[in-house]
């Protein structure tokens, strides 16, 4: 069965690689001191690993793969049925519960699916190789249980300008070279979640491309050791909070993300994975579909949001106005919008279709709906929760005073409110509030919201173009008889 334990997991990542984090080369990252800050996104991914292997949770976190009929991480599984869509949707709120925070694997997962299709497409108008191809790679991926990112955002340059007018031809990944063994690319990718702990990524371009943009409509699997790759590990706040000596500061000290800058100087990519080579008309649609599908994938905030939602509601607890009704209307308010953005995240999966290709995909509109949603209530809620919380998430003193002789008997005296939690304890839940709020949660449980699988605007226009305003304009006029 290939699944991977996860430790197994974990010993495959220590690779070297050319990674650079505050001004330092770290190429074997999990022997430097730093490896303290990269660590709670390994435990994070590690947990994928975990999940799969116990009883309780495998119906959720596995399938049986269509490709080699052997059981699979659902991660390298290519959607079968609607059922399938909404199992997805399931692992992702379940793991958002486990970890608080965002569990990267799902970025290659909704590349995988798209590409699956698009490159079955391709094939059927321009007589490739390209579906073939995508399903030989990804059977590997799913034999080795291997964890693989997806790329899609360039740096853009000036985005007033389009990829070949730029000043610097580098702003979108391009192809550089092309000889009888593959081809040479250049460029950069940026919020590139995970990136450090997969061990491939699959690489999309990130809009529709026109003519004279040929060489940048590329799409290709790559490993993420490669030479000419390299990553700059992205900063997060408080990070270095990590590299104290003790837990409690942190917030979630147990879990967290990792985002990174990767350069692709000069990588060369063979033939075999190659999943696209300059078909410009097949861009669009693949960056829609990616994208639909990650927007689906944001179920994972309502994961998330259960866990702020038990924080808020343990904190009224533990300051005796658990029963106060206007701090039982706020938790209500929290359930609303947390299960209102579950509502989109079903809904979008269990509206969706089967493609030429065999393989299901959700709705486009009501992915995009469910992402705009969490562009927004993330933000609602955590204003709640702070709410509820009080002040003392952004005035608390450090753990550092809570253990000093001299004050932690003052702060103990002071700070102790009922049989609820222990002061300790308290400071815990605190500072864990205080990671979602502030950002802490790596990266930002309100920021990821907002911009994450694309930013609001890019929801309204795909929301713009599948709202058939039209369709409803000639309702009205059939209801009232008008011509
Ligand atoms: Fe998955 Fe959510 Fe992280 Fe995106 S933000 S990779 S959907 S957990
Ligand atoms: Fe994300």
């Known amino acids: ?60 976190m596995t399938t049986t793969s269509h490709l080699t009929g052997e059981i699979i991480n659902r991660f390298t599984s290519i959607h079968q049925s609607i059922e399938d869509l909404l199992k997805k949707v399931e692992m992702q709120r379940l793991l958002g519960q486990k970890t608080a925070c965002c569990f990267q694997r799902c970025v290659g997962y909704d590349a995988a699916n798209a590409l699956y299709s698009v490159t079955y497409e391709i094939d059927q108008k321009y007589d490739t190789k390209y579906h073939m191809r995508f399903k030989q790679y990804w059977k590997e991926v799913q ?31 391009h192809i550089v070279e092309e000889n009888d063994k593959g081809i040479i690319v250049r460029g950069a990718k940026v919020h590139q979640t995970g990136f450090l702990n997969s061990h491939r990524a699959l ?46 500061d942190v917030g979630n000290f147990k879990y967290g993300g990792q985002e990174l800058f990767v350069i692709f100087d000069n990588c060369f990519i063979p033939h075999q994975h190659i999943f696209m080579n300059k078909e410009i008309d097949f861009t669009g649609e693949l960056v829609n579909r990616f994208a639909g599908y990650h927007r689906q994938s944001y179920a994972c905030k309502t994961g998330v949001g259960d866990v702020l939602i038990g924080a808020a509601a343990l904190s009224a607890q533990s ?69 509820i919380a009080g002040g003392i998430i952004c005035t608390l003193p450090s753990e550092s005073d809570l253990k000093n002789p001299d004050t932690s008997k003052l702060l103990e005296k002071y700070l102790s409110t009922n049989s609820i939690l222990p002061t300790e304890d308290r400071f815990r839940l605190i500072r864990f509030i205080e990671s979602f709020a502030m950002g802490l949660t790596s990266p930002s449980y309100r920021t990821e919201s907002l911009h994450g699988a694309g930013s609001p605007q890019a929801q309204r226009i795909m929301i713009a173009r599948q709202g058939e305003l039209e369709k409803k304009i000639n309702l009205v006029k059939e209801i009232l008889d008008m011509k």
Request: glycine residues 6%.
């Open 319 to 387: 300051l005796g106005v658990a029963n106060t009704s206007h701090i039982k209307e706020k938790l209500i308010e929290m359930i609303h919008l947390n299960e209102t953005l579950w509502c989109s995240a079903v809904a979008c999966s269990a509206k969706g279709f089967k493609r030429p290709a065999g393989n299901y995909e959700m709705d486009m509109l009501l992915a995009n709906v469910n992402k705009q949603n969490v562009t927004r209530f993330p933000y609602e809620l955590v204003r709640l929760a702070e709410d």
């Open 1 to 60: 069965m290939p699944l991977k334990t996860p430790e197994e997991y974990e010993e495959s990542i220590k690779r070297e690689v050319n990674l650079y984090m505050f001004g330092e080369k770290i190429s074997r990252f999990w022997e430097h001191p730093y490896y303290q800050i990269i660590k709670p996104s390994i435990t994070t991914t590690k947990k994928i690993y975990e999940l799969a292997l116990i009883d309780e949770y495998k119906d959720i």
């Open 143 to 173: 034999k080795h249980d291997l964890f693989v990112a997806g790329s899609m955002t360039d740096p853009k340059g000036d985005r007033g300008k389009r990829p070949k007018d730029q000043q610097d031809p580098d702003a979108f990944l």
């Open 203 to 248: 690489v999309m371009p990130t809009l529709a491309m026109r003519e004279g943009e040929e060489d940048y409509a590329v799409s290709f699997g790559i490993d993420t050791n490669v030479k000419g790759l390299t990553m700059i590990y992205g900063r997060q706040a408080s990070d270095k909070r990590k590299l104290e000596e003790g837990k409690i």
